[in-house]
């Protein structure tokens, strides 16, 4: 790829840009053929030197192009900019989508978050699959720098990616602006030129005409290129990193939905802390926004020395709380979202239904004899002494109070509960088949005296199978 090999020019390669473009594209498979491609087309050298670079290729990719420009207002001259892009497209036969900010940004982040809100929207309306940007080496190079400034970690220093979800492609990052001023020239194109990118009194307008000339006029005459390169290898160490995160990830989660995992505390603790840390932040990313770095410094202290039965508050609504061996990682709202669904059982005569406990569905199977086991998913069963049975049966959530008979006697099950080191969030999450007496079976931990050892005679049967 030539963006990790940066630094041989066009003009020493003696290849065309566009050769190096349609070489790169094939080389990092950027764009597909056939593909319709929405340009972010600014107006400015870059943006410009793009429409015509993919429109000299349009025809041997089988491209649909289109284009995309979006007013933020913040310049008087803002105005005619958008009417010189929607101009520029008729005149090359390009579909165009002109937007327009409804207020004037207060600041550059905000007109970035709203331009890319109207990019992603024209694209839609323009029926194209990629929304490509012109991003070049030189920005990447200003990237790096930036955030190393701001002292980022391996992810930040990454820079810019060449691909980013859902469908953004930035094919120009291998090429500096040099190399794309030479082929404007080249090519007689005509762009727009922000006198916004010349006020140094914006950090990244100051890092590019102050800072970074003045570090390669002295002892860094080759910066940019070292910066694009370190951002090479930073993208390079988060991938591999990236891909033993989610294995150890994979291994510490014992038990995973929609809304909450179950975390195998013992095993997190046997890692290193700053590891530790690392695999923090990608569990509760599993269920919702990451913390900080103060967030992540005090669940680590909580998983090291809070007590069962106590939780804390993480980050964004999600809750974490220590139940014995198990961390529960949970958005607030998850456990009271879905309600349960009883399922009675009237009488012996056979029948099936579902339940949802906890959130969980479960398939149930009754009647008189040995039902057949499906085989399939986790499925339970039991079977019982119809005479010793007082129906209606109930398949249910645990309540407190519950007791279950055992050949030592009557037990309450929250007693149960405690000896198997089941806390209290997972008790709720056990069905249980119970009638007038009391509970019958706690589904997968215990049976009550009712249940049969064998299948003798003709058993009540129940099976019960958790869904997917």
């Known amino acids: 790829m030539r963006d990790e090999h940066v630094g041989r020019a066009v003009h020493q390669s003696g290849a065309s840009l566009p050769e190096w473009l349609d070489a790169?594209?094939?080389?990092?498979?950027?764009?597909?053929?056939?593909?319709?491609?929405?340009?972010?087309?600014?107006?400015?050298?870059?943006?410009?030197?793009?429409?015509?670079?993919?429109?000299?290729?349009?025809?041997?990719?089988?491209w649909r192009l289109s284009a995309a420009h979006f007013d933020h207002r913040m310049r008087e001259e803002s105005g005619a900019d958008a009417e010189w892009v929607a101009a520029l497209c008729r005149e090359r036969g390009v579909p165009c989508r002109v937007g327009r900010a409804l207020r004037i940004p207060r600041s550059e982040a905000e007109a970035r978050?709203?331009?890319?809100?109207?990019?992603?929207?024209?694209?839609?309306?323009?029926?194209?699959?990629?929304?490509?940007?012109?991003?070049?080496?030189?920005?990447?190079?200003?990237?790096v720098l930036f955030r190393l400034l701001r002292g980022s970690g391996l992810a930040g220093l990454a820079g810019i990616p060449a691909r980013r979800a859902p469908c953004i492609v930035r094919p120009l990052l291998p090429f500096w602006r040099a190399e794309i001023e030479m082929y404007a020239a080249s090519r007689g194109l005509a762009y727009l030129v922000d006198p916004t990118n010349l006020d140094v009194s914006i950090a990244r307008n100051r890092i590019r005409h102050q800072l970074i000339p003045a570090i390669e006029a002295g002892e860094a005459p080759d910066l940019r290129r070292q910066l694009v390169r370190l951002g090479a290898l930073a993208?390079?160490?988060?991938?591999?990193?990236?891909?033993?995160?989610?294995?150890?990830?994979?291994?510490?989660?014992?038990?995973?939905?929609?809304?909450?995992?179950?975390?195998?505390?013992?095993?997190?603790?046997?890692?290193?802390?700053?590891?530790?840390?690392?695999?923090?932040?990608?569990?509760?990313?599993?269920?919702?926004?990451?913390?900080?770095?103060?967030?992540?410094?005090?669940?680590?202290?909580?998983i090291n020395t809070g007590t069962s039965g106590r939780a804390i508050d993480v980050a964004g609504g999600i809750v974490m709380r220590r139940e014995?061996?198990?961390?529960?990682?949970?958005?607030?709202?998850?456990?009271?979202?879905?309600?349960?669904?009883?399922?009675?059982?009237?009488?012996?005569?056979?029948?099936?239904?579902?339940?949802?406990?906890?959130?969980?569905?479960?398939?149930?199977?009754?009647?008189l004899g040995t039902l057949p086991v499906g085989g399939v998913g986790h499925e339970q069963h039991?079977?019982?002494?119809?005479?010793?049975?007082?129906?209606?049966?109930?398949?249910?959530?645990?309540?407190?109070?519950?007791?279950?008979?055992?050949?030592?006697?009557?037990?309450?099950?929250?007693?149960?509960?405690?000896?198997?080191?089941?806390g209290r969030s997972q008790r709720r999450r056990h069905p249980l088949l119970a009638d007038r007496s009391g509970v019958l079976w706690a589904v997968g931990l215990v049976r009550g005296v009712q249940a049969l050892d064998r299948h003798e005679g003709s058993p009540f049967s129940v099976c019960l199978r958790r869904e997917a």
């Open 324 to 367: 014995f061996d198990c961390l529960y990682i949970e958005r607030r709202q998850g456990e009271e979202a879905a309600e349960d669904r009883e399922l009675v059982l009237h009488g012996p005569a056979g029948g099936a239904g579902e339940v949802q406990i906890a959130g969980v569905r479960w398939r149930v199977r009754w009647g």
């Open 113 to 143: 978050d709203l331009r890319y809100e109207f990019l992603h929207q024209a694209r839609l309306e323009l029926g194209a699959d990629w929304l490509v940007t012109a991003h070049q080496a030189d920005d990447q190079a200003e990237t």
């Open 382 to 422: 039991a079977c019982f002494d119809p005479s010793e049975l007082r129906f209606p049966l109930i398949v249910r959530g645990w309540r407190p109070g519950d007791r279950i008979r055992l050949p030592a006697g009557t037990r309450k099950l929250k007693k149960v509960f405690v000896d198997r080191r089941i």
């Open 24 to 62: 790169h594209l094939q080389a990092c498979r950027l764009l597909p053929e056939g593909a319709a491609i929405s340009i972010a087309l600014s107006g400015g050298l870059d943006s410009v030197a793009l429409l015509d670079l993919l429109e000299t290729l349009r025809e041997r990719w089988g």
């Open 235 to 302: 993208r390079r160490a988060t991938r591999v990193v990236g891909r033993i995160t989610r294995r150890a990830v994979d291994e510490l989660i014992l038990e995973t939905s929609e809304s909450r995992i179950t975390v195998a505390r013992t095993a997190l603790l046997a890692y290193d802390t700053h590891v530790r840390a690392h695999l923090l932040r990608a569990l509760v990313a599993r269920v919702g926004p990451r913390p900080g770095r103060v967030g992540t410094r005090i669940v680590l202290e909580f």
